[in-house]
Structures are given as structure tokens and as C-alpha cells.
């Protein structure tokens, strides 16, 4: 019996010393696999606003409605000569039919909004005989062809395809006063030849354009 019990004794120390000599074996690192050092992944920069592509298609199309504005109420063609420069013609109406050409400069083309300057060359078409009432005061006139100068500022905002081009300006007339009244209303009242004024061409641009991008991005 003292015997057994010696046996059971050494087999059960045997054991506790093969399962040690295990554990510390799993946590010993293994030479032949040695462990692979973190590498860490570089990180790709941001582009700067400036060296984005730009929004702006090289070729874009634009209906435009607005008072004062070079092409009236009407449509316009651009092309981009340069990231953020474009040519531009149009035709529309107004007080008669207008065509005419222009330049734009944007400053933020990469951005969704950018402001822009610009400068256009327009003539408008000839009227006749128009009739016009002030206090009961008639006259009949008519408007010959103009040639105005239209410098002009905004914000075009292209999300996508489309976009829009919102504008201020104004325009000089170099042509000389095209206005002309019948007989018998040569001396019309001021309060009539200022109104006038106003509907004839030339003066403050406040115009809204839809603008939609053509083709595929050049930039």
C-alpha cells in the first residue's frame, strides 16, 4: 500500500512539471519566427484648395435673366482658356435684341463658390416707335442701336453640372444717347426723359444665371 501511494505521488509530479514546462515553453518567443515590428502606415496628404482640379468644365452653357444684364434675357456660350479664365458669347432680348462677347475671371475655381470679375462688349438692336405715358403726358420714341460696356462682379456656385452665376455690374454706353422722339414731342418733361433713361441701355446689372457644365472637366 505505501508503496502505491509513493507511485501515485511521483506520476502526479511528473505531470505538474510537463504541463509547466509547456506553459513556459508557449510563452518563450520562438527564434525561428521572430515578431514582425509594427510599420506604420504614411499618411497620404490632403491637397491644398489651390491644387484641386478644377470645377469647371471647359465648356458650360448659361441661361441668364436679369435687368441690365449684356445678353439680356437669354443664353450665353463659355470657354475656358485657362483653369480660371473664360470667353464667353451670347444672344438675347431686352429693350431690342442683344449679342455680345466677354471675358470672365474666376478666383476659386477648385471651390464650389468662387467670385469672379468679368467685362462684356453688347449691342443692342434698334426700336421704333414706342409709345410711353408719364402723368398723362405721352410721346413716342425710338431707340437706335447701342454698343455698351458692361463690367461686372459676382459668385458662381457649381456643386455639380449644374450651377449658378450670380452678378452685379454695370454698363457705359459709348455710342451717344440713342434716343430719338417723334415730331411735335421734341421737348418731352424731364420726369418722362428719365424714364427713359432707365429702360434704355446701359446702366446697373442685376442678373441670375443657370449655368451647366458641358462635356467632361478639363482641369
Not at 429693350?95 to 449691342?123: C, D, H, M, T, W
Amino acid at each position: 500500500m505505501k508503496q502505491l501511494v509513493i507511485l501515485t505521488t511521483a506520476v502526479a509530479l511528473s505531470t505538474v512539471s510537463y504541463a509547466q514546462a509547456q506553459t513556459e515553453l508557449q510563452t518563450q518567443p520562438n527564434a525561428a519566427n521572430p515578431p514582425v515590428p509594427a510599420v506604420d502606415q504614411p499618411r497620404i496628404p490632403v491637397p491644398l484648395l489651390s491644387e484641386q482640379p478644377s470645377r469647371y468644365h471647359q465648356s458650360s452653357l448659361s441661361i441668364e435673366a436679369g435687368w441690365g444684364a449684356p445678353y439680356g434675357w437669354g443664353v450665353s456660350y463659355a470657354y475656358l482658356v485657362m483653369p480660371n479664365l473664360d470667353i464667353n458669347a451670347g444672344v438675347g432680348i431686352g429693350v431690342g435684341g442683344k449679342i455680345g462677347v466677354g471675358a470672365r475671371y474666376f478666383l476659386r475655381p477648385q471651390g464650389e463658390l468662387s467670385p469672379y470679375f468679368g467685362v462684356n462688349l453688347a449691342r443692342t438692336g434698334r426700336i421704333d416707335n414706342v409709345e410711353i405715358t408719364v402723368d398723362q403726358e405721352q410721346a413716342i420714341y425710338s431707340m437706335a442701336p447701342s454698343g455698351v460696356l458692361h463690367l461686372r462682379g459676382g459668385l458662381r456656385w457649381q456643386p455639380g453640372r449644374l450651377g449658378l452665376l450670380g452678378t452685379l455690374g454695370y454698363g457705359a454706353r459709348f455710342t451717344g444717347d440713342p434716343v430719338t422722339y417723334q415730331n411735335g414731342y421734341s421737348t418731352p418733361s424731364q420726369r418722362l426723359r428719365d424714364l427713359v433713361d432707365v429702360i434704355s441701355p446701359g446702366g446697373v446689372e442685376v442678373s441670375l444665371g443657370l449655368v451647366i457644365n458641358l462635356g467632361q472637366p478639363q482641369w
